[in-house]
Every structure is written in structure tokens, then in C-alpha cells.
């Protein structure tokens, strides 16, 4: 139709296909994560990219060889087909021993009915062979220089092999062997382009994320992501009444120490404080999290903790940043903190009113002796 009506080559149009195909893919992709971060659902992007990326091409595969199914040119799909192999085994990151793949192929042989053609089985092996192929390249190969020969050293001549499966079984001429080889060829070339292309854009995004989030000297979250946190925790635990409990903590006569030793060992000394805190939450529950909200000062939530609960974690932070010395050239810098402690109330109209209270708390250590705990 649209080299009948607007005079433009079938090749065209595929290469616009197969780019919608990819957007559409990226878009719904984005999406997801999106509405999972939104609603704080712990799951990996990369997990949600690998099982996305495969349940999008077998309903993409599937779709398109619904409309030529069991017709003398039902091949005339094949290259799409092949793109979107080569997508699932280069592009993501599937984790999946290759005889798994079996089954599919099957099943697709089944839908296809071409279960009974010696032609078939052997161009259904070496599908997986080339799936195999192009997830060890991804494996072994991907992000180093001239990745991409090495991915089209893969994809050329197992596309001319898996062509050659088809002129045998449908007696395709020798130019249409060729021509459809070459346009599968510049397929994967643009297919390369395109996602690498995406894949930076991603990338670049996630550095920005991170930057935004991020404290630049200890690596630890910062106060805007505190906030959203923050906002997000309390209305939850408001109203589904579960508990919440909040440390703040900072370094005891921090400016001394920058005066004193110089604002590098300063800087030092948050890295080592920070360093401690997260260890110490590591080994004791992955859900609390550390925040740095100001020069010294630190919080950290403790979602589904009472006050009690908070203790022994409190206690260990506590210990393990009392009385040890910070390492910073020949030199040994003393530090100790001061903490505030409490838990959500019912008196809490907003995150505000929870932050005032810990920092109370704070307070009420700093203005009577330091190196102690607050609590309410």
C-alpha cells in the first residue's frame, strides 16, 4: 500500500517499523519503572528491562507472524523476528541457559505449523545458537572498544545462515536471498545505533539521578532525597497507621575540627562517619536508610520501627563512632556525636513536625553534655 499510494520503498517503511517498535518498547519501559518508583516498589530495572524486553518481543513476534501464518510466504516477517532475537539476546541483560529457549521455539513452531519441516528444525537451531552467541558477546565483549564488530561478526554470518534455511524450505530465488540477508544486515546496524544511542541517554539520566540525590563527598542520600522520602513515608504510615521512627545525629564541635586539622580532614571525617553509620545498617536491616541533611548533621528513617525497635541500631552507631579516631595523615582526629531519637506521633500533622521533634531531641543532647542519646 505504501509503495502503491506514496511511492515509498517497503525497505523504508520497515526501518520506520522497526524504530516505532523500539520507541514503543523504551516508552512503556520507562513507564513501568516509573510508576514502580512512584509507589515504592522495590524491584530492579534491570529485572523489570530483561522480563519487559522478552514479554514485548514474543508478543511482538507472535503478533506479526499471526497475520501470514501458514501461507507459501511466511517468511516474508522473518527479519523482524530476527531483530527482535538479537534485541532479547545482546541488548538485554537475560540471565537464562540456552535450553531454555527450546520450548519457545517449539511452541512457535507449533503456532507457525512448521513443526514438520526438516528446514524448520534446523533453522530453529541455529536461532539458539545465535541467541547463545550474542548473549556470551554481551557477557564478554559489551562496553569495550569496538564492541561492535565483534556484534556484527555474530549477526552477518548467522543471518546469512538462517536465510539460507529459508531459500531451502521455500524456494526463495537467489536475489530475494540476498536482498533480504543485506536489508537484515543493515537492520542490525541501526538496531546497534539506535539502543547504544537510548542506552547513553539512560545512562546520562541515571548520573543525573544519582547527582541529584546523592551527597557528592560520602556517596550517601542527601536532603532532597530525604524529603521525598520523607513525604512519602509519613503519608503511608499516617494512614495506614504503621510505625515510624527517625535518628538525627551530627559531630560534636565539628567547626573545631575543620579549624583545628583543616577543612580536608573535615572532609575526611564525614567520609569515615558515614562509612561506620552504613555498615552498621548493612549488617542489621537494608530498609533503614542514611541521609546527610546538613554540613554535620545526619538522619536516618527507620520505616516500620517503634522506638524500641530503633535501639540496638541506635546503640551500635553510637558506640562505633564514639571515642575512635579518625586516620587523616599522621594524624588522629577524636570524634563523638550527639543524637536525637523518636517515633511518629499522632500529634505529627506533617514531616515537619516529626523532623522538629527529633531535632529536639538533638538539642536537648547538644545543650546538656554531648556524646549522648535523646529520647521520647
Known sequence: MTWAYWRVPPFVTSIFFILGVLTLY???????????????????????????????????????????????DSWQFMNFQLIALIFCGYFLNIHIPYYFLFPVVLVYMVFNQSITYWESWGYAITMVALFWTMNYIRIHFQGKAHAWIYYLCAGIPYGGVLWLWMKVKFSL????????????????????????MLT?????KLRLAQFASHDALTQTENFAAYTGEIKYLF?????????????????????????????????RVLQHVTDVVQTVIDANDEKVTLY?????????????????????I??????????????????????????????????????????NRVDQNLYHSKRNGRMQITTD
Do not use: C
Open 26 to 72: 523504551w516508552v512503556l519501559f520507562n513507564w513501568i519503572t516509573a510508576f514502580f518508583h512512584a509507589h515504592h516498589i522495590n524491584i530492579d530495572d534491570d529485572v523489570v528491562n530483561s522480563w519487559h524486553g522478552v514479554l514485548y518481543m514474543l508478543v511482538f513476534v507472535f503478533s506479526l507472524q499471526t497475520l501470514i501464518v501458514g501461507q507459501s
Open 314 to 355: 541506635v546503640r551500635q552507631i553510637f558506640l562505633a563512632l564514639n571515642h575512635l579516631g579518625v586516620n587523616f595523615g599522621n594524624q588522629q582526629i577524636p570524634i563523638t556525636i550527639s543524637v536525637g531519637v523518636s517515633a511518629l506521633s499522632k500529634e505529627d500533622a506533617t514531616p515537619i513536625d516529626f523532623y
Open 173 to 196: 530465488d537467489w536475489n530475494t536471498f540476498w536482498q533480504e540477508w543485506v536489508y537484515l544486515v543493515i537492520f542490525e546496524i541501526l538496531l546497534y545505533a539506535y539502543v547504544s
Open 235 to 267: 503519608e503511608d504510615s499516617s494512614k495506614n497507621n504503621l510505625k515510624l521512627s527517625m535518628m538525627m545525629f551530627d559531630i560534636d564541635h565539628f567547626k573545631h575540627v575543620n579549624d583545628t586539622y583543616g577543612h580536608l580532614a573535615g572532609d
Open 292 to 312: 546527610r541533611t546538613g554540613g554535620e548533621e545526619f538522619n536516618i528513617l527507620f520505616p516500620g520501627y517503634d522506638l524500641a525497635s530503633t535501639e540496638t
Open 200 to 204: 547513553r541517554d539512560s545512562e546520562f
